[in-house]
């Protein structure tokens, strides 16, 4: 790894959304240098962040090499590794080889791919753990809603009981609108799709799967869980009537899919329409329950490609930090 | 100051609530020895802390010297001041002068107390630089809730283009209570009153002074400022009407005392009954708008002991880390 005056090195594995919004950002950091992107059909070395943004933007190919991303994670010299794949939660596949690879050849890694921490939380934090490089995850949970860092540093202090969360930002979208328009789960189902906010198949969503991955990161970064997705017990929102929600709402309480991370289950639950928790839209949220400190609430985007291409940033940066 | 094996070793300077609070919770951390106890009439040298508490509590002196606060702070070699007198916002003492004299002796600092960042937050800030420590005032804004840090650390991938919040839980339980209860300021006010919540005087928060101490230090710490408290243009609660929360109430708005750390400004303002800054009763919240993040609110205990000696101890583990 560099001193602190040379810069971070860096290579961006998955040029997605995330990834191209990982290089929008660290364009203006001038201590960092992309050394290389990978996408699905290879590889730019020590690409032109500005002309590589503008070819994947349109449809051009990026790659001006041999190498895969396995090359690049094994042989190039580099001090953190990006890696930002879409999830595949069925064996975290192919992000789980990256990962463990970048750790056994000593690069730190940051990732938001939740595959790989479902599939192999121990392996991989003990990995990085041996090896003496960290593995940073805050993009994980929630998007650009502080939670794994703000746990782990700011929070130190406490000791965290138990962590609730609005963690599905299509899920909350799809209860709010029912709520306030009266609509049924179909109708307002399909106007999520329409506008993007639901994916086509939405299954991972609206199933609870997605909650569950981050309940299942969030057991073991913080209650010393050895959990996996089979540990969760889950239940969706796709069978929600209109008649529960409005018997809610009169005794004074919303209904949100909540993951509980002590428990280890996702579900719909009620939500006092007071408490910090119960926020509308497709905004996450997370309430802490600490010894010391009470309950913390924080709120915030839980998906858009800036935003979680931004807590990737702050991730590299603490890297950055730890290494001076 | 001693290297990573040796306990972090701290003084503690005032001993109120919060200073007893702070002593309860490092008694349970080993890595950290308190090596003087200050209270108003006198020092304890080598505190058993259980012993000092119960003295305390039992209304017994707790000296056990002739040294002064003063002199433990420039005497005594320590590692950490935790300053816990109260807050003074006429020039800041005696604060001010524990301050600048830990960070003059090479002491990194702890405070919840806003009186000195308000009168000399540049100076102090200076000092701490010059002398290569830390000053930390975590607990200065929104006790137990997390922003100094928050927004340091976890947030540090982002621009911070504003900061909001609701930073006093008086204010916001008379604010609560009014609307909920359709009662008039005086009622409230008086049963705040009784129950602990509002002071005998309630000035200092019912008129936003605390509010804008609280917009001085965050302006001064993510804005660049130099501002003092006669800079911020302050409207308290203590003339708002029922008519003005129904009439607000009924266009989806709850009315909130709102500091804006861009602006300068502590003044009732219009929330969104759905964003998540119309948090209710003591709670304190704060929004954090961001170039890349977006918003990101966090909501907590705002006051409390215990609460606000998590949040020093949070910094105290931050000065331990960072020494390491």
């Known amino acids: 790894m560099g001193n602190s005056l040379s810069p971070l090195t860096l290579s961006i594995i998955g040029f997605g959304a995330i990834g191209q919004g990982v290089a929008t950002i660290v364009q203006n950091v001038p201590q960092i240098k992309v050394v290389a992107i990978a996408?699905?059909?290879g590889v730019a070395l020590m690409p032109d962040l500005k002309d590589v943004l503008a070819r994947k933007r349109g449809g051009q190919p990026i790659a001006n090499s041999n190498l895969t991303a396995l090359d690049v994670i094994r042989t190039i010299d580099h001090d953190v590794v990006v890696e930002v794949t879409p999830t595949n939660i069925h064996g975290g596949e192919p992000g789980l080889t990256h990962v463990?690879?970048?750790l056994k050849n000593k690069r730190n890694v940051v990732t938001s791919n939740k595959g790989p921490l479902v599939a192999a939380f121990d392996?991989?934090?003990q990995l990085a753990y041996t090896n003496g490089v960290?593995?940073?995850?805050?993009?994980?949970?929630?998007g650009a809603m502080p939670i794994v860092n703000l746990i782990r540093d700011t929070l130190a202090g406490a000791r965290v009981l138990d962590?609730?969360?609005v963690l599905n930002g299509t899920c909350n979208y799809i209860l709010t609108r029912m709520a306030e328009e009266a609509l049924d789960y179909d109708q307002v189902l399909s106007e999520a799709q329409d506008m993007g906010i639901a994916e086509a198949d939405p299954t991972y969503d609206v199933t609870g799967i997605d909650t569950a991955c981050k309940v299942v990161i969030l057991a073991n970064a913080f209650f010393g869980r050895s959990a996996t997705f089979a540990d969760v017990d889950v239940t969706g929102i796709d069978?929600?009537?209109?008649?529960?929600l409005q018997l809610a709402r009169q005794r004074?309480?919303?209904?949100?899919?909540?993951?509980?991370?002590q428990e280890l289950t996702v579900s719909p639950k009620l939500v006092p329409i007071g408490h910090p928790l119960n926020v509308s839209g497709t905004l996450n949220a997370a309430s802490i329950l600490t010894d010391t400190a009470g309950e913390i609430t924080v709120a915030g985007k839980g998906a858009g490609s800036i935003e979680t291409a931004s807590a990737i940033?702050?991730?590299?940066?603490?890297?950055?930090?730890?290494?001076?």
């Open 163 to 165: 962590i609730r969360g």
């Open 123 to 125: 392996e991989l934090t």
């Open 313 to 324: 940033l702050s991730d590299i940066l603490s890297v950055m930090r730890d290494r001076s």
């Open 252 to 261: 004074g309480f919303a209904v949100k899919l909540v993951g509980d991370v």
């Open 134 to 142: 960290a593995l940073r995850y805050e993009a994980t949970v929630g």
């Open 239 to 244: 069978r929600i009537t209109q008649d529960a």
């Open 39 to 41: 996408d699905s059909k």
């Open 100 to 102: 463990r690879e970048a």
